[in-house]
């Protein structure tokens, strides 16, 4: 039996112990979950020392320059294990610290950048009717165009949260506001019927790619 | 001024006389203690002959209770706030609502301390400012206020801050002694020594406590300050050597003759423990309540025993008239159970346990007494001596009593007063007392090192002392009641021996910190509970004992002696009787007694803050805030409250108000529809797997092809075809394997189209790379499964068609490193630039980590303009592709291919290869009927089943 | 020490950000140092990550806890993959086999199962939840989905119109939505830049 047959075998028999979830929670189903976190957790420990610990880090300190440069990367990724210790997690936080740092540096400059000055400048472009060209194409990129121009600046007026007290004490929202936001409610609400879709075809894909490996399988091994 | 009580009439005659000036009973000569006789020991039965019969119903029942509550009482000290005073809680059963209008004000305002001022001739009820303000006019008062300030100005000093150097020096001794004895919180014991010296006891731990609770500097200084006037208009004062040395000591500090001020005597209230800023302002209106003032003395808060409590009023007459013919009772009863009794505290006077309350005791009647001898004594003057401004010259190992001789318990008091004619013997006295110890220090030449507060270590009350010093100074020097006044006795001790600055030769500021720091350390825990200056909660408060201490306590002499000044209205003053509130007049305040009256009325409850108090602006503590507590001590008992509450303004909380009330209505949950049970729902759940499953598995099973595909692609798709063309041959081009293995199946269906068009069509040479470490072992998986590394497919081989870099950490930190430096980031990076790469591939299944390659390659186009042309092509899952659109319909992703749908007509314009998605799109459309249906029809069913529900639950109601 | 991790977070985002505006050669490189330490970094706390599950799985095991046995085999699947990983790396058949037998299998298996729990869920919502955006969200989904529902007579009449309709409303709210998420971190990002927010434990 070769290494395929058995990888598909155990394959076969875990995905059957993960649909018997859905006849409720039971030993089989957490078998195979705690077995593939166990294993999932080995081999991303491999991927990580063979991927990029080894080349990384380790592989480059044959040369003096080199050492310098990663000396640093070197004590702060050592500094990392304190934190398996609650007595001198502390030692971890500054490793921590240039993670943290430079992700949000990274992610700062890539909403600023990359979403935020880019989608403004679509939902501005919309309404350039000069590249749309002539005829009812203008009449429906210039619906489309408001369309969602709307749904953004909707959308995000249902996240403006500002809001006053009224003369009897309560808390509300500026009516003109609050009907804004209540059509930007629909629009997320379309949004999120649309994922949702997108989500139940990817699951059912995969539903249908698992039945169809075991189908497939037994097809094969049975010899039907 | 202590004043026999007659007990057949009720009015209090001069401790001198042996028989009622009003209606020549007999006052019982044989159980007072005469001046210069050593008190003993008496029991209280001995006395009960002389109490009326309602006050010795009244003890007997105090005695019952105590002696019911006597084990409790010793291990609980502070129980009970609100329960009446040990002493009068027997007279509490008796007494009427009446009986507290009985009580003079004065009494139960005036602290401890205040005890010894109450020989003042009585004046006529007055607020508590014209109280003291007489106290600087009354002729003489000032006798009485000298005296009184001594003794006040130790109490203030033992108890609150620092007035000044000679106050301290003064005080520092007994202080020194006491502070040993400190130590014991509530002593029980009956010892006639303990008992005399009870009252210093408790004036030290009265003081200690105040330090750390109640700083009430003003308040201390103004009495001295009175009593430094009226010394110096009556000029009184100066015929006592020790009214004047002691005088002295004070002119310098306090020059100015702001006695007048109310808050003089506020401090006895702290004494007493007693909270007397409620109290004084209640007495002030009353005048009848004059005599309040002495509940306060033993420790019992104004708030807490209001003067409306009947028994207080009783007890108060009862230990007078203890006080006027009982030397030194024994103390029978043993019942500390009431602690925060308005007289309990007098029990102290024969305990060393208690510490205000004792003091208080013992300064009403010991210490008027041994005033009595001010006059004569040359004691006095070594204390006035000690008190200039000399911090305490007694060596640290002589004893503070040492020179005393045996009889000068009480006996050196009537010399005192023989001395100053116009000086009343109680003020000395309690200074004299005070000073019995300065008067060796200033024999001693090292005066200046030893501290005035030195308990015992310089001064071991050995045989001499139990001659030299009487016998109820006895215990304050052999062991501290207050456990925390060592701790602080012992920082004055250093405080004192440093006397560098001569403006501050006791270094107040210092003492008061370290004081408050040594009584908070070890006993802080007494002190929250032992305060005393706060009557209630004292463990150390008053039991039943020291209720019966009271009676056992010496009759003062002073209160006798202060007839001279005007026998009527000491009679008013101090006829205090029980039964008839009425008896007190406010007439019959004596004008010093007036001007010791506790201030504390006027003053606020709340304790004010250091910040809060006036600076001192005269005298050694001139400069100094918060020295000298401004605001009733007795409230100390109740900490001041702290607000926890966030510091916002009314716009901010509004604005929090507002942002919580909109989380609240977006989290708020809906109200459930009660679900009928858990197993349809389960059955409903296992019917719809089965369906799916048999469904699907028909589908799949018979490998259905019946549903056609549309050749029309969608416009992202179009784009995507377009930049496949236009893609060089051989050309690297970078695949990002973006995705999970629970959507390996899909991802392989949807990017295999595209994936198998490239090779077909450009043959490039592809890297991978995988974003989360799992996807690295996805792409050979990828590969085999689209064909292109199988030999009957395309035939791709890793290393020279494709290569694997594997996985790329760091989330957007890594994308960004990638970007700028790929081999840098990745060193089995084939190419050094990643303009390098012809087109980007990003195979992904969540918009968020596809967003993050999309900002990061539009930023990088955006500052490297050879990188504009290069695509970026996407192949998302149906999950991530609605949220990608928007970076497709703005430029930043040149193609999109979303989900199963768009695969699978892109398949088929690749001439249907690799066929994963035309093979999955029959079930997928099954699929799709199936789950439309369900939804539509379940949502149906489930829509009219909670409309059904809830019209049932609003018909039921 | 606090002061320092603050300092080194604050300083390290402050290079990469400034790099994004002045985009500097010595900037740069700096900048590339820092990313390039992030993703050693990042790398590394993905063993931490992976000890601390061993070790709670462990103290699970050891105190006897509920689920010990599952831990045990946890931990033992983990070692045995992890060591054979190491031996013979992620490339090799055998660690490939495992990925194709248990990881995709189980990890795909649980994402499948979610098509039935989404259809349960979305029967369920109506009795749950009545409200407009209830009844739009799941018009929406159903009308999408019978949009992209292939029939054996070909798509259903109107598909591309309703996409159109539909793709049009949903690509303004998911740009709004983007709009949204990008604001949200450009203010979380500049919060920990500036050390307001300091979740690396420099509280």
Redesign the interface.
């Known amino acids: 039996m070769s ?2 047959i ?7 028999i ?2 059957l112990m ?2 018997s ?4 929670d039971n030993p089989l189903f ?24 080894v ?3 380790f ?2 300190l044959g040369t003096i320059n080199q050492l310098v ?1 990663l000396i ?2 070197l004590i ?2 050592f500094s ?2 304190a ?2 210790s609650p007595r001198i ?2 030692v ?25 000055l ?6 501005m ?1 919309a309404f350039d009717l000069g590249s749309a060209g002539g005829g009812s194409s203008v009449f429906l990129r210039l ?2 165009g408001t ?10 007026a249902s ?1 403006h ?5 009224a003369p009897d004490g309560t ?1 509300k ?1 500026n009516p003109v506001f609050e009907s804004i936001a209540s059509v ?30 075991i ?1 497939n399988f037994t ?1 094969q091994f049975i010899g039907l | 001024m202590a004043d026999i009580r007659c007990p057949s009439c009720g009015k209090n005659n001069p401790d001198f006389l042996t028989v009622c000036q009003f209606c020549q009973t007999p006052l019982t000569p044989e159980s007072t203690l005469q001046i210069g006789e050593k008190p003993t020991k008496k029991n209280t039965g001995e006395l009960e002959n002389i109490l009326p019969d309602w006050l010795r119903d009244a003890r007997q029942q105090s005695r019952d209770l105590a002696e019911e509550d006597a084990v409790q009482a010793a291990s609980m000290p502070k129980t009970q706030k609100e329960e009446p005073p040990d002493l009068l809680a027997g007279l509490a059963f008796q007494s009427t609502g009446g009986d507290e209008d009985q009580i003079p004000d004065w009494l139960s305002s005036i602290n401890p301390a205040t005890q010894e001022k109450p020989s003042a001739p009585a004046i006529p009820a007055a607020p508590e400012s014209d109280f003291f303000a007489r106290f600087n006019k009354a002729e003489s008062a000032p006798k009485s206020e000298p005296v009184q300030n001594d003794g006040t100005s130790f109490m203030g000093q033992g108890t609150d801050q620092p007035q000044d150097a000679a106050e301290r020096d003064e005080l520092s001794e007994w202080l020194t002694q006491t502070s040993e004895q400190l130590i014991e919180p509530s002593s029980l014991e009956s010892d006639a020594s303990q008992i005399e010296s009870g009252w210093g006891l408790n004036i030290e731990e009265s003081s200690t406590p105040e330090k750390e609770s109640v700083p009430k500097p003003e308040e201390d200084l103004s009495w001295l300050r009175n009593l430094e006037a009226t010394s110096k208009q009556t000029g009184e004062l100066s015929t006592p050597k020790q009214d004047e040395d002691w005088q002295s000591g004070f002119d310098s500090p306090f020059s100015s003759p702001q006695s007048s001020e109310p808050e003089d005597l506020s401090w006895l209230n702290n004494l007493g423990r007693a909270s007397a800023p409620e109290q004084p302002a209640q007495q002030s209106a009353q005048s009848q309540n004059d005599l309040d003032w002495l509940n306060n003395l033993g420790g019992t808060p104004a708030t807490e025993q209001p003067a409306s409590r009947p028994s207080q009023p009783a007890e108060d007459l009862g230990w007078l008239n203890d006080l006027g013919t009982v030397p030194a009772m024994e103390q029978p009863v043993q019942k500390p159970t009431q602690p925060q009794e308005d007289l309990s505290w007098l029990n102290a006077f024969g305990e060393t346990s208690e510490p205000a309350q004792a003091a208080s005791t013992e300064l009403s009647s010991d210490h008027l007494s041994w005033l009595n001898r001010l006059g004569g004594t040359s004691e006095p003057s070594q204390t006035f001596d000690f008190a200039q401004d000399q911090p305490l010259e007694r060596p640290p190992g002589a004893p503070a009593f040492e020179k005393a001789s045996p009889q000068d318990d009480l006996g050196w008091l009537n010399e005192l007063q023989g001395t100053s004619e116009s000086l009343p013997a109680e003020p000395v006295a309690d200074f004299s007392i005070e000073q019995d110890k300065p008067k060796d220090v200033v024999e001693s030449t090292n005066a200046q090192h030893v501290s005035p507060f030195n308990p015992r270590g310089t001064a071991p009350l050995s045989a001499e002392e139990g001659t030299s010093i009487p016998e109820w100074l006895r215990n304050a020097t052999e062991g501290p009641s207050m456990p925390m006044g060592n701790n602080a006795l012992d920082q004055f001790r250093e405080d004192f021996h440093i006397p560098t600055a001569p403006e501050e030769p006791f270094s107040w500021k210092s003492f008061i910190l370290e004081a408050r720091q040594a009584d908070e350390e070890p006993v802080q825990p007494q002190s929250a509970s032992v305060n005393p200056f706060t009557p209630s909660n004292d463990p150390s408060a008053i039991s039943n004992q020291d209720v019966e201490s009271l009676f056992s306590m010496d009759m003062p002499d002073w209160l006798s002696r202060t007839e001279p000044v005007s026998d009527e209205s000491i009679t008013q003053e101090t006829a205090i009787n029980a039964e008839e509130g009425d008896a007190l007049s406010p007439a019959d305040l004596p004008s010093w007694v007036q001007a010791m009256r506790p201030v504390e009325a006027i003053i606020s409850e709340s304790a004010p803050g250091i910040e809060d108090q006036p600076t001192e602006r005269q005298g050694p503590l001139a400069g100094f805030r918060g020295v000298i507590p401004a605001a009733p001590i007795g409230s100390s008992r109740r900490p001041r409250a702290v607000s926890l509450t966030l510091q916002a303004s009314s716009e901010q909380q509004s604005s929090a108000a507002i942002l919580e009330q909109l989380l609240a209505s977006e989290t708020s949950p809906r109200a459930l529809v009660s679900s009928p049970s858990v197993m349809p729902q389960q059955m409903l759940r296992r019917a719809i797997a089965v369906l799916v499953w048999v469904v699907l598995g028909i589908m799949i099973y018979t490998r259905s092809q019946m549903m056609p595909v549309s050749p029309l692609l969608p416009s992202d798709a179009r784009d995507v075809t377009n930049v496949v063309m236009n893609i060089s041959d051989n050309a690297p081009v970078l695949v990002i394997l973006d995705y999970e293995p629970a959507l390996a199946g899909e991802m392989e269906a949807v990017s295999g189209p595209l994936l198998d068009q490239l090779v077909v069509l450009r043959h490039p040479h592809m890297s991978f790379l995988a974003t989360s470490p799992n996807g690295t072992a996805l792409v050979e998986r990828l590969l085999v499964n689209t064909n292109i590394n199988q030999p009957d497919g395309q035939g791709y081989i890793a290393g020279q068609n494709y290569i694997n870099m594997g996985y790329l950490p760091g989330g957007e930190s890594g994308v960004l490193a990638f970007i700028e430096a790929p081999q840098t980031a990745i060193p089995s990076s084939p190419v050094l630039g990643f303009s390098e790469y012809a087109a980007i591939i990003l195979l992904t299944d969540h918009a968020d980590s596809a967003r993050v390659w999309v900002e990061q390659l539009h930023i990088l186009k955006q500052a490297d303009s050879t990188l504009a042309s290069q695509p970026l092509l996407a192949v998302s899952s149906a999950q991530a592709g609605p949220m990608l659109q928007p970076y497709a319909a703005s430029g930043q992703i040149s193609g999109l291919i979303s989900g199963l749908s768009d695969a699978v007509r892109y398949e088929l314009v690749n001439n249907s290869r690799p066929g994963i998605a035309r093979s999955y799109w029959d079930a997928f459309g099954v699929g799709l009927m199936l789950a439309i249906t369900l939804i539509v029809l379940g949502g149906l069913w489930s829509l009219f089943a909670g409309i059904r529900s809830r019209r049932a639950e609003v018909a039921e109601g | 020490m606090r002061v320092f991790a603050i300092a080194l977070a604050i300083a390290s985002g402050l290079i990469v950000v400034v790099g994004y505006f002045y985009p500097v050669e010595p900037l740069l490189q700096l900048r590339l140092q820092l990313t390039n330490w992030a993703m050693i970094l990042a790398g590394m706390t993905v063993l931490v990550g992976i000890y601390n599950l061993v070790a709670v799985h462990m103290e699970k095991i050891r105190t006897r806890q509920k689920d010990a046995i599952y831990g045990g085999l946890l931990v033992l699947s983990l070692i045995i993959t992890f060591g054979m990983g190491l031996v013979l790396g992620p490339d090799h058949t055998f660690m490939r086999a495992m990925v194709d037998a248990i990881i995709v299998p189980v990890e795909a298996s649980l994402m499948a199962i979610l098509a039935v729990t989404l259809i349960y869920a979305s029967i369920r919502l109506l009795r749950r939840r009545v409200d407009a955006m209830s009844v739009v969200f799941l018009v929406v989904a159903v009308i999408f989905l019978v949009a992209m529902m292939p029939t054996p007579f070909g798509p259903i009449p109107g598909d591309q119109l309703i996409l159109q309709f539909t793709g049009m409303f949903s690509r303004g709210g998911a740009r709004g939505l983007l709009i949204g998420v990008a604001l949200g971190t450009l203010l979380t990002g500049l919060r920990v830049i500036f050390g307001v927010d300091r979740p690396y434990g420099g509280n």
Not at chain 1, 21 to 24: D, E, F, R, S, T
Request: hydrophobic share 60%; net charge positive.
């Open positions: 290494m395929e058995l990888s598909a075998l155990a394959g076969l875990l995905t993960i649909f979830y859905l006849i409720g957490r078998i195979a979950v705690y077995l593939f976190i166990g294993v999932s957790s080995g081999y991303a420990a491999t991927v990580v020392w063979h991927y990029v610990l080349p990384k880090l592989s480059q440069l640093i990367p702060l990724s990392l294990l934190k398996l997690s502390w971890g936080n500054f490793a921590m610290a240039v993670l943290v740092g430079v992700g949000a540096a990274v992610a700062v400059g890539g909403a600023l950048i990359g979403t935020l880019p989608q403004a400048q679509a939902a472009d619906v489309e369309v969602m121009f709307l749904g953004t600046v909707l959308t995000l996240f949260f500002s809001a006053g007290r808390v929202r930007g409610r629909i629009f997320i609400a379309i949004t999120f019927g649309v994922l949702f879709a997108g989500v139940y075809m990817a699951a059912l894909t995969a539903m249908i790619e698992r039945l169809s490996s189908i097809r």
